[in-house]
C-alpha cells in the first residue's frame, strides 16, 4: 500500500530552521563571480548600446541624409543639363552642314553657280516644290541651324559661293549663310521649303545621334555618286550596303560639303561595324574635315569607346 | 516615510535601456538566493561558481528579451534550473534530475560572526548550517529542487510547477514529501 503524502504543512519548524540557517550560512561566491558578471552585464548593455545607436541614426545624420537626398538630385540634373548643353554648343560644330548637303554644285567657268538647284528643305519637308530660285543652305539644314545659337550663326562668316576656295576634295557652300539667316524672319514670303525650314526652327531639340543621321539626308542628292552612296551607307550604319559598293569606284575618302568623309560620318552615327569596315577597307584615320576635326576626336566626344578604340588600332591621332 | 525598492523588472528593464547600476542592484538582490540553490543542488562550490557566472551571464543577454507576463524570479530560476541541469547532463550524461545524485559538501567556508560572539557561538553556527545543508543535501534531487525554488526563490506551487514542468499536484506533494524529510533529518541533528 502506497504511503500518503503528508498532509499540509505550509510553515513548520523546518522552514523556519533552514531559514535561520541560510541566514547564518557564510556561503558566497567568489568576488571573482561577481566581478565577471558585472563586467559582463556591462559589455552586453554596451554591445546592446552599440547595435540600437547603428540601427537608429541620430537625428542629425538622417538630417544629412535628407540634405544628401535633396542636392545630389540638382546636381545630377545640372549634370546632365550642362552635358546636353554642351553636346547642343558642339554638336553643330562638328556635325551641322553649313552648306546644303545636296549634290555637288556644277559650276560655270566663272564659278557661277547654276540657277536650278535641290532644295534641301525638300529632305524634310516631301510636299515642298523644287524651287527654282537658290535656297539659303542653313534653311535647308535646319536640323542643325536650329540648334546654333543666333549670335554663333552671325558669327558665321559669310562668304558668296566664289569667295570660296574649295579644298580639290571639297564639295563647295552653294549659298552664303546670311541668305539663311534672313529667312528666320521672313517667312511671310518665303518659299515653300523656307517656310518648312522655317517650321522646322521651331521644332524642339533633337539628340545629336538622331540629327547626325537626319543630317544626311540633306546629302541625298539624286546623282550624287560612288561616294555620296558611300557616306549614305556609313552615316546609316548600312554595313550590307557598303559591302555591295563596286570594289574600287568609290573613294573611301570622299567628303561632303563640310569635309566629312565616310568614316566621319560613320562614327558621328556611332556605326561602330561601319568604322571598322572602312577602316579595314583603307579609310584615312585621321581625316579630319573642314573645321579641322578628326574622327578619333568625335569619337572621343560622342563617348564612343569601341569606335576610339578600332580608330586607334589603325594609327588615329 | 520609506523609499519604495524598485522592482526587479523595472531594474531589468533600466538595465535593458543601459543603466549597468540597476543590474548590479539586481545582481546584489538575488544573489545570495539563486547561489544557495545552486550550490546546495549540486553540493559542489566549483561546480555552483561555475553556474553562478553563466546564469546571470544569460541574464544578462536574455534581458532584452523578457517578457514582464512572468515574474523576475520565476524567470531567473527558470534560468538558473536549466543551466544546472544542462551542466550537469553534460558532466554525468544523466537525463534525469533524480539520476543526478548530489555531492555533499566537503569543507564549509570559513564561517564568520558577529563581532564578539565568540568561539562557542560560531561552533554552533557551524553545526546549525551544516545541519540544514546536509539534511537538504540527503532529499531526493526532484523534492530538494522543488523545496529550494520555493525556500530560496519564494515561487508559489503554480510557479514552481511551472520552472519544473510539472502539475501542481506533483509539484504540492513533493513539497510535502521534501518538508517531512527535512524535518525529519533535522530532529536526527538537533
Redesign the interface.
Known amino acids: 500500500m502506497n504511503k500518503l503524502p503528508p498532509g499540509p504543512e505550509p510553515y513548520d519548524d523546518a522552514d523556519e530552521r533552514y531559514r535561520r540557517a541560510s541566514a547564518l550560512d557564510p556561503s558566497r561566491p567568489g568576488a571573482a563571480v561577481r566581478r565577471a558578471v558585472l563586467e559582463h552585464a556591462a559589455q552586453v548593455a554596451a554591445a546592446r548600446a552599440g547595435v540600437a545607436a547603428a540601427a537608429a541614426p541620430r537625428p542629425d545624420e538622417r538630417g544629412g541624409r535628407r540634405w544628401k537626398q535633396r542636392w545630389w538630385r540638382p546636381a545630377a540634373f545640372a549634370g546632365v543639363a550642362a552635358a546636353a548643353l554642351a553636346g547642343l554648343m558642339l554638336a553643330p560644330h562638328w556635325l551641322a552642314p553649313l552648306a546644303p548637303p545636296a549634290a555637288p554644285v556644277e559650276r560655270d567657268g566663272a564659278g557661277r553657280a547654276p540657277a536650278t538647284t535641290l532644295a534641301p528643305g525638300a529632305a524634310l519637308a516631301p510636299s515642298a516644290a523644287v524651287p527654282t530660285t537658290p535656297v539659303p543652305p542653313s534653311a535647308g539644314a535646319p536640323l542643325f541651324g536650329h540648334a546654333r545659337p543666333p549670335a554663333v550663326a552671325a558669327a558665321v562668316p559669310a562668304a558668296p559661293p566664289t569667295a570660296v576656295a574649295p579644298p580639290a576634295r571639297h564639295i563647295v557652300a552653294a549659298v552664303p549663310h546670311s541668305a539663311a539667316e534672313q529667312s528666320y524672319t521672313s517667312t511671310g514670303s518665303a518659299a515653300p521649303a523656307e517656310r518648312a525650314a522655317a517650321q522646322s526652327l521651331a521644332a524642339p531639340a533633337v539628340p545629336a545621334e538622331r540629327t547626325a543621321a537626319q543630317s544626311l539626308a540633306g546629302l541625298r542628292a539624286p546623282g550624287g555618286g560612288d561616294g555620296e552612296a558611300l557616306r549614305q551607307a556609313a552615316a546609316s550604319g548600312d554595313v550590307a550596303q557598303l559591302q555591295s559598293l563596286p570594289p574600287g569606284v568609290a573613294d573611301l575618302d570622299a567628303r561632303d560639303a563640310r569635309g566629312r568623309t565616310a568614316l566621319m560620318l560613320a562614327t558621328l552615327g556611332g556605326h561602330a561595324t561601319s568604322v571598322a569596315w572602312l577602316l579595314a577597307h583603307g579609310a584615312d584615320p585621321n581625316a579630319a574635315d573642314a573645321d579641322g576635326t578628326t574622327p578619333l576626336q568625335a569619337a572621343v566626344a560622342a563617348r564612343q569607346p569601341e569606335i576610339v578604340a578600332a580608330l586607334r588600332h589603325y594609327g588615329a591621332r | 516615510m520609506t523609499a519604495v525598492a524598485e522592482t526587479d523588472e523595472g531594474l531589468l528593464r533600466r ?2 535601456l ?3 547600476d540597476a ?2 542592484t539586481l ?1 546584489r538582490r538575488h ?2 538566493r539563486v ?2 540553490y545552486l ?1 546546495r543542488n549540486v553540493g559542489n ?1 566549483a561546480s ?2 561555475e553556474l ?2 553563466e546564469v ?2 544569460a541574464v ?2 536574455d ?2 528579451r523578457y517578457q514582464p507576463s512572468a515574474r523576475f524570479t520565476t524567470w531567473l530560476f527558470t534560468i538558473a534550473r536549466n543551466r544546472m541541469i544542462d551542466s550537469l547532463r553534460t558532466m554525468r550524461r544523466l537525463s534525469s534530475l533524480d539520476s543526478l545524485g548530489y555531492e555533499a559538501p566537503g569543507v ?6 558577529e563581532p564578539g560572539a565568540g568561539p562557542l557561538a560560531a561552533v554552533l ?1 557551524h553545526e ?2 551544516a ?3 546536509r539534511a ?1 543535501g540527503q532529499l531526493p534531487a526532484e523534492q530538494r529542487d522543488a523545496v529550494l525554488l520555493q ?2 526563490g519564494e515561487l508559489t506551487l503554480e510557479e514552481i510547477a511551472s520552472v519544473t514542468g510539472s502539475n501542481v499536484e506533483t509539484t504540492k ?1 513533493r513539497l ?2 521534501a ?2 524529510k ?2 525529519e533529518l ?1 530532529r536526527e541533528y538537533a
Open positions: 538595465y535593458v543601459g543603466n549597468c543590474f548590479a545582481y544573489e545570495l547561489w544557495r550550490e562550490r555552483a561558481e553562478m557566472q546571470w551571464f544578462a543577454r534581458a532584452a564549509l567556508p570559513q564561517l564568520t560572526t553556527v546549525e548550517v545541519a540544514v545543508t537538504v525556500l530560496e506533494s510535502r514529501y518538508r517531512s527535512l524535518r533535522l
